[in-house]
């Protein structure tokens, strides 16, 4: 383990990185994963929304799996669509071995005790009459947990997120809570079924800058001490990069660049993550307003998406096989891979 300091959102912070270790079992296997939403016009279907269109990728045990993008690019549908609260098109999620993409009934039960989720906005993820201890009574009730140990796990999950003493939080209702402190509560409820996975979708981009930092350290311990994989979703290469192990790159419905944290962001390889970080703010008051060279054009609309690669209609290195054929997935270093013609051999 090493430990960086880097400043963000103007605070110094420490950061413990764990090196991307190849002997880490997989726990989670998406392959040719499709979630297309139906249009409708009167009572037919007209056409799909294709959010996610052929997902491949892994998830270690105990790694933070990045998954970037710009909005509407897929990535709630994507993490929602794991989670199984969004049924699949198409494809395979193999979890710890087994194909969870259709199960029902009990099987599903399980799967919800075993993975869990923090949303973007807390409120709208609250029951707005619930106070805090019936919101983190209630996933242990439904799964059978005896009152008495439901009991000591409230107060134990309140801990644990900082939210102390823990008596002074049990009878708030969501309203009464900052949004910080709202989302220490929809931390403590993912983490409260002991879950294997966690999809954290935009976890702190509805927060005040000032805490957005202090929450995703106190996530990152969380993590670390229950050995809980994740997926952190976000639009905002900045905190991806030192919160992630590996990052994944959306684009369209497609993932086009997926490599280690530190390799992606130093060494990326596709046109369209080079400009995401070409884009990122530059801390710096001085360069606030300095004029970026950035793609042309909008993201293509998901229900009429280009033929080839979707980034074509944008792409300064376009050829004429992007605008007719979908590129593969290219492996271009160790554990680094490219959805991009450039990288195929010649
Ligand atoms: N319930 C829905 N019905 C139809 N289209 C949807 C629905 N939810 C999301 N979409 C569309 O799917 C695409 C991906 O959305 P989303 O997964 O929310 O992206 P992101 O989280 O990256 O912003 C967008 O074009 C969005 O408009
Ligand atoms: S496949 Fe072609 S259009 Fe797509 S990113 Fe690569 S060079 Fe650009
Ligand atoms: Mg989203």
Redesign the pocket.
Known sequence: MLALHRKIGGMVVKISKTFINDDRENLLEVKGLRIWYPIRKFLSIVGYVKAVDGVSFSVKKGEIFGVVGESGCGKTTLGKGILRLLKPTSGHIYFEGKDVARIKGKKLKWYRRVTGIVQQDPYGAMPPFMPVKTILEEPLKIHGVSKEERKERVIKALEEVKLTPPEDFLNKYPHMLSGGQLQRVAIARAFILKPKLVVADEPVSMLDASVRVETLMLFKELQKKHKVSVIYITHDFSTSKYFSDRISVMYAGHIVELGPARKVMSDSK???TSHLIKVIPDPDPKNRFVFKETLPGEPPSLANPPPG?R??PR?P???NI?KEKE?PMIRVSQEQYVK???YARK
Request: with cysteine; charged share 0%.
């Open positions: 596709h046109p369209y690669c980034l074509s792409c290195y376009v050829m992007c590129p991009c013609w450039l």
